[in-house]
Structures are given as C-alpha cells and as structure tokens.
C-alpha cells in the first residue's frame, strides 16, 4: 500500500511537537509498563449548541505522522539535557533512537459524519508510542475537523433548489499561521469548497486554486479604469473584476467597458443582496450575461443563507475568517482517550465517570444503521471484539494501519469529498439546521454499561 | 547585525504559502508597475468590544520570512504550468527565480501595545516585494498577536496585590495545527506566561518547558498509588500528582502517602475553588506545606479572576485551549493596506474612504505620549515624513530591515516579554478590563485628514 502524494511531507514535523508530559510519561512508561498495550480513542465529548454533526477529518496527516515519527538527534540532545530527564535511564534514550510506530490503527474514512463518543480515531500499541503521539494526533484532527465541518455548513447555505453555488476558500491570510491555513484549505475542500486561494494547498492536495485582485492591485494604478484593463489584458481567460474600491456602482460601469467576456465582478462590501441585483441587472442590460457575480466580505453560513434565501444573484462566494478559523466554534472538546489496557492477553477496561468526564470504556466499533432510503437512523457504539455485522447497518471504523504499515490505501481528495457528499445526503435536514438542530441518537450497547458498572462498584470498593 | 537563533528555520515555508492573486498580481505588476515603490502598512481596523489593547507580536518570524523568501524549482514549474498564468511572459519566472526582498521595513518591538489604526509593521518596497508578502505577513503576526494578547490577560487575573501566580500554556493539542502549537506557544509567553508544554517550542525558542501527568498514566497502573509512587521515584524533582482521576479527595489522600517533597498536586476538574481550599488544607495538615496547587480545564482569564478573587489557594494555572485559539476571539481585522506608492520621487497618497473601511493614507509614524509618572496618556498618528522629536513621547515605530538587510538586532524572548511586562505596567487599568474596556484616545494629525479630503474630491471628481 502507498501512500498518496499529496501529503505534507516528512519533514514537516519533528518528534519534540508534542506536550512535555507524554515524554515523560514515556520515560515512566519504559521503566515500569513496558509490556502495556493501550488502546486509546480519538474522539468528541459533547456536542456544541451550534452543530449537529461533525465531519471527520485529519487522517491522512495522521497516518503519514505514523509511518514517518522519528526522533533527531539534535531532539534526543535536547531531552537528554532537559533537567525532567536527569533521573532517566539512558535506555530510554536509546530507544527513542530506534522509534518506530508499531501499532495498528483503526478509523473512520475522512469525510464521514461523526457524533460524540464515536471513536474517529483507534490506536492500539504498545502505551509508550500510544502515548507518545497524542498532541500531534488531535491537533491535525482537530483543526480539520472544525474546517471540514464550519465548510459542510457554509456549502450547505450556498445550496438552494438544487443549485450548489461556488464557495471558495479565501482564509489563508487569518488562519492560525501558515501551516494551519494549508490544513484549512485541505479540509475545505473535503468539507465541500470548490477550491482554494492557497497555491501552496493546490500544489501539495491537487485542490483548485482561485483569485481574483486586491484593492491594492486597483489602488496602484491612477485610475481603476487603467487597473481594469491591464488585468484583463493580461489574464483575459480568467479575469474577476473588484468593483467596490471607490464605488461599486461606478465600478460596475467602468467593468462594462472592458469585455463581456471578462468571467466576473466581486463584491466585497456593502449590501450585498441590494449590490448584487443591481449588478445583475447593470450586467445583463448591457449584454454581459454570462460574467458572474462573486461576493466576499466577512461572511459566514448564516450571511449566505440569507443572502441565498433573498434570491441574491451571486453565483459564488469568497469565504476566509470565518471559515479557516471555525469562528463560531474555534475548538471542540476532542479528547483522545485510554479505553483498555492489555497485558498476556488479559484486558482491563478503563473508564472515567466523573460528572462531565464519563467515558466509555474498551475498544469499540460503531454501527449506523439506514433506513429503507438509505437515510441515516442512528448510531450504535459496540465492543469490537463482540461487534458482528448488521443488517441496514454499516460499521465505520475499518483498519487502516498494522503492526506500523500501512495496509488501507488512502482516497484521493476528491473521493474523500465526495464521501463527504454522500454522508451529507443521507443525513436528514433536521441535524443540519444551524442552530440548535435536533439531537442524532447515538445508543451504547448495554454491555459496555455493564462494564461501566462493574468499573464502578471497583472504584467505589478501593 | 544577525538572527537569534531561536527561529523556525528557513525551510519551514515556502514561497507559496500565499493567495493566489497575489502571484497573479505580482505578474501584473512585473509588466505594468514594476518601478511602483508601495508603502504597505499592517495594522488592525477595529476594536472589539471584549479587547482593550493588542499585544503586537509576530515580528521576528516575519524577518526570518522577509531575510529568507525564495521560489523553489518545483514552486516556479507548478505556476508555469498554472492555468492562470498561460498568457504570463517567461521573465516573469525568471524574476521569481531571482526573487529577494529588497525592501524596507519599519515595525513596532514585539510585546508593544497596539492600538487598531497604528502599524504594526510598515513595508516600503517595489510592489511586487510588497504584495507576494501579504499573505504569509498576515498570517504569523494574526495569530501571535491575538494569542499574546490573551496570555496578557490571562496572566492579569493570575495575578493579584502584587502576587503573579504562575500560569503555563498547556494548549497545543488544541491549537490549530502543530505549528500554530509552536507559535502560540512562543506568543504565550510574550504576552507573560511562565512556559509551555511545547517541547518544541522548549528548544527551539528557549521557552521553559513544564509537564505533569495525564490520567492515562494513572489508569495505567492497576492502583491510582502504584502510578503515584511510581513516577515520584522516576520524577522526584518534579513530580506533580494528578489527583482527580477517580476521586479528588481520595486522590489528595494517596498523594499524602508519598512524600512532602512532590512539587505540587494537580486538579483538573470539579468545583476548583473549594477543591483547592480543601487540597491545601490537607497539604498543611499533613505537614506538605510546601507542596503547591495547579489548577487546569478549561481555564480562562474569567475563570481565573474569579477564582483569585475568591481567594482560592492555587499557585499556577496550566491554560490550554481557550489561551491559544484565543477563544472568545479567534480572529480580529488585521489588515495590510497599500498607503502610498511612489515613482521617480513623486508620492501619491492612498486610502479607502467608502463606509467602515476608511484607512489613513501615507507613510506613518506612531507616537506614544506618557504622563509624569511614565503612563500612557494617548497616542498620535502623524505622516512620517514631517514627524519630529516630541516631548514625553516615544516613537513606535523602529527600521528593522533597510534594502533587505537587517539593521536591527532582535531582542531575546526574555527581552520581549520584559518590553510587554513594561507596557502593560504603563496601560492605565481602564483599558485592561476584560469587558467593554475605556477606549484609548488614538488622535490623528490633521495633515492626514487634509490628505483625506483631497484624495475625497479627487475621487468624486472623477
């Protein structure tokens, strides 16, 4: 199994991107638990008041983390001199040379729709290298997850009637730095964005990249005029006209002197739903029926809602702040957690059932069962080991990593968005709404409550 | 003058981590205003209302960005292959094959406090330098800058009567992207934490680095004191005991059993201010008086201030996801507008006039006038070219880079943060509140607004 090329780059990251407790636990861990296989899940507590889904998103970059986590020695150098690590033997050293990831790896295709509780992410290994990737693990997933799913949000508002007007990604400037504004693109585009503006995104993903001209690109011309019509004698194939840097509606005259074959205006402030009716109209009396309207600006799934909703004739739309930073939502509580310890084959269930902080224990499958047109019903969270299969029911975690290879090929970018699509399809719109949408029932099975039980009368025993 | 040695390093970006208009525009630019000399400023466009300041921070990676640009092979070869650029003339690439910064660049230190109008970072360069740069520019000072500032809060609640409580950054898991981990990491401390969890960050930046355990660690073990005992003989020089894992209480208890010379407990959740009363009440009975309270989950500049107000006996705070997404403000109007451009010595001055995106045109110096007892008393914006020398006021804005070469040496990190220690001792505390803070007076001279109005007649005549 290869994998795909569109990835980051093994040099992209470096072993020492992670929380100073996991080395240290990973040192602990060398000296008295060494034989410990941990099997720990990825997944989201609760869900938010403004989402009803999420999408999942983030696992190519996890697998290539997997198969590519070495520690430098410049890395080693600094640990060893680290005063935490005075006491360490000098073993663990040693084998944080020889690191590898060994362990199996189970999850849910990217794209796929996820609820809390529902492991996105299963690792099994020995509890130091289990350990060891936490940080980086959720922090890929995380911000991909949050993008993939603000983005489902912000194309779902485009779609009206069967119409998908164009979103494109233009957050790049806002994302939180430059690495966060290439994984945003990515999960843009799995989220279901037409493209991006980041180059460095359409390079390494294959993701379409987009432009248009900045006030700037005006502004450095005495006259928009002249700004006009350079730009579309240079780029004539593919020429957005910014209108609004003195006045739109002057802008929009100045457009229609240039080409009905210029491919479109923007907006980028003002009203956009008055702005662009008028275009329309300016545009289409003077034969430039076929250039369409972009709109930017600060927006966001509600704006384009109502915007959509108004019957505003924008063909497509510039999204960045909002969308690259998950505005309305910049975090979520994903949490990665310890479900079962093993050790001679003897499992030991692991839970938390503190208020607020319960957690279900063991290693677990999910099953989302359809109805009779393939809609989405419900969840039901199993015990892997004692999971069979289901009828109407799907299991959406399947393996993806063992004994530290790869042994899933991963889908291309498109496929995953169009996964993406399909999962979106079959979910019914009440889950979908903005804000407060309806509850998706996820069930857990009553012997995972068992062992919670039993976890508890322990606990309460000691 | 030289680089610190803590950077990212040079080949942590590359040149096309930017928006596609912008290369479109730089070729636009190389055939139509190449000789255009462009004075960019970057500067945020509004205050919002849960902020009274800004902490500017982000600069040294910007100069490592500026020192070090250039197109890669593979970079040049994906645009020439780009559709967008089919009709562009092949010295363009050669340009860009070529391309260094030549520019100039003046900027305010890291840790100045900022107000929205005043540049952060001034850019005067051929266009084409000053456009291509936006993007990446934008980027690393965005979420620095917000995530600088929100540590400054942060630690304002931790501290209280002169006792500043320690607080950690504990956020990368959560922050967007590894990198982002890295940078927030950085800006964290800027803005006055003591450390990070980033180990990363640790060695590339010199940030002391601080670690606990995680409840996985304690399930790992059969028996919450086997884990406790365990890392106390690995860690005894910094052993600090997560206690919540089952039962707070009972977890303060075994942590009794170990030794008075751990370090501190950890809580991490339930009610914190009576969980620390009660925790340092069994600490002092049991003769662990010296053994110190951290407080984690979920934690931000409100928690804290309410906790210290009610005089909870916590001695650090570990901070995570709030702290480095900047949560209740993912996001601000950091902008890069062009403000002047200039050819064979005659200047033309450029602003945005139209409504709620209004800039102040031409080259701009910032200065700060200070009361008798060296507190901030209002700022003034002036043109740069006419500033003098003023009476109990400072200067913001400093050269950095001249023709593309350092001028200046950048300070340490320590030296940063000791610059934002001693503005925020200088900021009244009416513009620190965490809520609908004064507003800062930021004046205008009146020779902009007089470029103002002639730049209005000059559009409107047209």
Redesign the interface.
Known sequence: MTLSKFMLGK????A??????????A???F???RD?I?T?EMFIKRMPPNRGYFIACGLEQVVEYLLNLKFKE??IE??RK???F???DQDFFKYLRDFKFNGEVWAVPEGTIIFPDEPIIQITAP?IEA?II???L???V??QTLVATKASRVVHAATKDGKKRVVVD?G?????????????ARASFIGGCDGT????A??KFNIP?????????I?????EKAAFE??F??????TVLLV????TI?GIEKALKISPKIKAIRLD??NLLSLSIKAREMLDKAGFSEVKIMASGNLNEYKIEELVKNKAPIDSFGVG??LV???DL??VD?I???VQ?ERNNSI?Y?A?F?P??ETLPGKKQVFRFLDENGKYCYDLIELKENSEEKKNAIPLLEKIIERGELVKSLPSLDQIQKNTFNNLESLPNKYKKFENPEKYPVKVSPEIYKIINKLKRR?NG?
Chains 1, 2 share one sequence.
Not at 11 to 14: C, L, Y
Not at 233 to 238: G, S, T, V
């Open positions: 040099n992209n990251f470096v020492l991107q992670t929380d100073l407790y996991q080395l240290t636990m040192a602990g861990y000296n008295f638990n410990l941990a720990f410049e890395e600094f640990l680290h005063p935490s005075k006491n360490v509890i350990q936490e940080t980086y959720l922090s890929v995380h911000i233009f790049s400037r806002r994302a939180h730095g430059p690495q966060a504004g290439i994984l945003a503006s980041n180059v460095y359409g390079m990249t987009y432009g248009t001209m900045a006030h700037s690109w502004e450095s011309f005495d006259e350079n730009y004698k240079l780029f004539p194939h593919l609004d840097t003195y006045d002057k402030s003002g702040t909002e930073t998950s505005y910049p975090a994903l990665y957690k310890l310890v030991r692991i938390k503190s607020n902080k606990t000691r």
